[in-house]
């Protein structure tokens, strides 16, 4: 089921038991994490704040906290359901000349019914003022952090030469009433189209920030889409209605109509400022860096928003949820490119880019090799710090299982492979920013082909016969519990 906005989907949270409604004040400056930490390590649930102090706006957190909340989130059961029909979404969106166009033309019917829809009145209008951020109940998340950032926006950009826009997710710093930090890491679309700008002798570029929305249109702001294709698209995809957008009141940009809070401004092309320190989602505070600047030059708003957010931190939190459904919706499309892969875990303790552990049908000599270097080559997974290799029999989200062939399958001097390239953004581990080096683990068995001319043992299995013989007579044997 598709929410229109952000109070359907709270509506929906509130009627299935998913909500906690806090009346009494509460200060966004470390208290409303504090709260929400502990609320989220004990897989609780989302929390609506009504009563911030020195703010008139209600927050809410936590909504996608557990792999439940997130399916909401997406409009499906589980996450399976999206990951089947994504490889339709690629084709569909990946349309291009006019052949393709004819084969697909009912395909492109589906594509009229997903596109965002232009309308010119929208709630996210309703009161047009001028901006003062101050008044936002933005949280100040943790105790050596830079100053208060706003950690769920949706950053709409243009690209000047193609015209398409592009919603990425990146925090923004409040600095004062009416400008924040920019913090689009390079690797991003976002950066991406700022440097467009510049080499095009831009002065300016207009951004405007959503904040709320459907809770599908808040995940697809974080999925590491290919760059032709517009987040408010596969939005529309994902809840099987387009996205309707409204053109802002001072820039040229479409913004999602149903948002709760929108930002209106730009970015000055030669400004940087010092943005950070942050606690980040890996555990630790992301260094202080320089990064643009983020002038707003009008709020639109609903006559009475609720301000989204989120806290990153040690995990587990809200963010590993939103990871973990890009880890399952984004699957089917690395089999596509990788079709020997069979499955994927990305370890919350990992943060998503430091550490993969993929499963794999080996079928000639150092495959593991080719999947590791296969996956450094795509997308966001460039940056994955450590990526483990196993049989297509482990299963990687049994990390007792894949650590045991870890620890036993491998010889060092073979079997890691020691590579430098990209790393994330907010790896500081290494000792040169946004590169360094990774590691593969080739933990699959070894083969005589590959060198290992010693005989490999087998893994140590009962046969069938006698587990079925045991199951039978579980009871038998005077144990209540289920023999499995
Ligand atoms: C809660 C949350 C906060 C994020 N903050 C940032 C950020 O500050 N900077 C950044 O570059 N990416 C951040 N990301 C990741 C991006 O949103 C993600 O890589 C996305 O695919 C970027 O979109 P783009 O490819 O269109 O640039 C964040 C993700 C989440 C879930
Ligand atoms: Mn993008």
Same mark, same amino acid.
């Given at each position: 089921?598709?929410?229109?906005?952000?109070?359907?989907?709270?509506?929906?949270?509130?009627?299935?038991?998913?909500?906690?409604?806090?009346?009494?004040?509460?200060?966004?400056?470390?208290?409303?994490?504090?709260?929400?930490d502990?609320?989220s390590k004990?897989?609780?649930?989302?929390?609506?704040?009504?009563?911030?102090?020195?703010?008139?706006?209600?927050?809410?957190?936590?909504?996608?906290g557990?792999?439940?909340?997130?399916?909401?989130?997406?409009?499906?059961?589980?996450?399976?359901?999206?990951?089947?029909?994504?490889?339709?979404?690629?084709?569909?969106?990946?349309?291009?000349?006019?052949?393709?166009?004819?084969?697909?033309?009912?395909?492109?019917?589906?594509?009229?019914?997903?596109?965002?829809?232009?309308?010119?009145?929208?709630?996210?209008?309703?009161?047009?003022?001028?901006?003062?951020?101050?008044?936002?109940?933005?949280?100040?998340?943790?105790?050596?952090?830079?100053?208060?950032?706003?950690?769920?926006?949706?950053?709409?950009?243009?690209?000047?030469?193609?015209?398409?826009?592009?919603?990425?997710?990146?925090?923004?710093?409040?600095?004062?009433?009416?400008?924040?930090?920019?913090?689009?890491?390079?690797?991003?679309?976002?950066?991406?189209?700022?440097?467009?700008?510049?080499?095009?002798?831009?002065?300016?570029?207009?951004?405007?920030?959503?904040?709320?929305?459907?809770?599908?249109?808040?995940?697809?702001?974080?999925?590491?889409?290919?760059?032709?294709?517009?987040?408010?698209?596969?939005?529309?995809?994902?809840?099987?209605?387009?996205?309707?957008?409204?053109?802002?009141?001072?820039?040229?940009?479409?913004?999602?109509?149903?948002?709760?809070?929108?930002?209106?401004?730009?970015?000055?092309? +030669?400004?940087?400022?010092? *943005? %950070? =320190?942050?606690?980040d989602h890996t555990g630790?505070?992301?260094? @202080?860096?320089?990064?643009?600047?983020?002038?707003?030059?009008?709020?639109?708003?609903?006559?009475?928003?609720?301000?989204?957010?989120?806290?990153v931190g040690q995990p587990p939190m809200e963010d590993c949820y939103?990871g973990k459904?890009?880890?399952?919706?984004?699957?089917?499309?690395?089999?596509?490119?990788?079709?020997?892969?069979?499955?994927?875990?990305l370890p919350f303790e990992g943060v998503f880019?430091n550490?993969?552990?993929?499963?794999?049908?080996?079928?000639?000599?150092?495959?593991?090799?080719?999947?590791?270097?296969?996956?450094?080559?795509?997308?966001?997974?460039?940056?994955?710090?450590?990526?483990?290799?196993?049989?297509?029999?482990?299963?990687?989200?049994?990390?007792?299982?894949?650590?045991?062939?870890?620890?036993?399958?491998?010889?060092?001097?073979? +079997?890691?492979?020691?590579? *430098? %390239? =990209?790393?994330?953004?907010?790896?500081?581990?290494?000792?040169? @920013?946004?590169?360094?080096?990774?590691?593969?683990?080739?933990?699959?068995?070894?083969?005589?082909?590959?060198?290992?001319?010693?005989?490999?043992?087998?893994?140590?299995?009962?046969?069938?016969?006698?587990?079925?013989?045991?199951?039978?007579?579980?009871?038998?044997?005077?144990?209540?519990?289920?023999?499995?």
């Amino acid at each position: 089921m598709a929410y229109d906005n952000l109070r359907a989907f709270i509506k929906d949270l509130q009627d299935q038991g998913e909500l906690h409604t806090i009346d009494i004040e509460v200060d966004s400056y470390l208290e409303i994490t504090e709260i929400t930490d502990r609320i989220s390590k004990q897989y609780g649930k989302a929390l609506l704040f009504t009563n911030v102090k020195n703010s008139p706006y209600p927050v809410l957190i936590n909504s996608m906290g557990t792999d439940k909340r997130m399916s909401m989130a997406l409009g499906v059961q589980d996450y399976d359901q999206v990951a089947e029909e994504m490889q339709n979404f690629m084709d569909l969106a990946n349309y291009k000349g006019l052949w393709n166009q004819l084969k697909m033309a009912p395909d492109l019917y589906k594509l009229s019914k997903i596109f965002p829809k232009k309308v010119t009145s929208a709630p996210c209008q309703e009161v047009v003022e001028e901006p003062d951020l101050t008044q936002l109940p933005v949280l100040h998340c943790w105790p050596k952090d830079a100053g208060p950032f706003v950690t769920l926006p949706l950053v709409i950009t243009k690209d000047p030469e193609t015209g398409q826009q592009n919603m990425g997710m990146y925090r923004l710093q409040v600095y004062d009433k009416n400008t924040t930090g920019m913090h689009w890491h390079m690797h991003k679309d976002g950066k991406e189209i700022y440097e467009k700008y510049r080499k095009l002798g831009y002065k300016r570029m207009p951004v405007s920030v959503a904040l709320g929305g459907d809770p599908s249109l808040i995940y697809s702001a974080t999925a590491p889409l290919p760059k032709m294709i517009d987040e408010m698209l596969f939005a529309g995809y994902l809840r099987k209605k387009p996205i309707e957008v409204v053109k802002c009141v001072t820039n040229e940009l479409f913004v999602p109509a149903e948002a709760e809070f929108i930002l209106e401004g730009y970015v000055e092309l +030669d400004e940087l400022r010092l *943005e %950070g =320190p942050f606690g980040d989602h890996t555990g630790y505070y992301s260094l @202080a860096d320089m990064y643009p600047v983020f002038h707003v030059e009008k709020v639109t708003r609903r006559t009475s928003p609720i301000y989204p957010t989120t806290i990153v931190g040690q995990p587990p939190m809200e963010d590993c949820y939103i990871g973990k459904a890009t880890e399952r919706v984004f699957l089917p499309l690395m089999k596509l490119m990788l079709p020997e892969i069979v499955d994927m875990h990305l370890p919350f303790e990992g943060v998503f880019h430091n550490c993969a552990i993929v499963s794999i049908k080996k079928s000639f000599p150092k495959h593991a090799q080719k999947v590791m270097y296969g996956l450094w080559g795509m997308g966001q997974m460039m940056y994955t710090k450590m990526i483990i290799i196993v049989d297509e029999n482990v299963d990687p989200h049994d990390v007792s299982k894949v650590m045991w062939k870890v620890f036993n399958n491998i010889d060092p001097k073979r +079997d890691l492979v020691l590579t *430098e %390239g =990209p790393l994330d953004a907010l790896d500081h581990s290494s000792n040169t @920013a946004y590169f360094g080096h990774r590691l593969g683990i080739d933990a699959t068995k070894k083969w005589p082909n590959e060198g290992h001319t010693r005989e490999w043992p087998d893994d140590i299995e009962m046969s069938d016969e006698i587990k079925s013989m045991v199951e039978a007579k579980w009871r038998e044997y005077g144990f209540e519990n289920d023999p499995s």
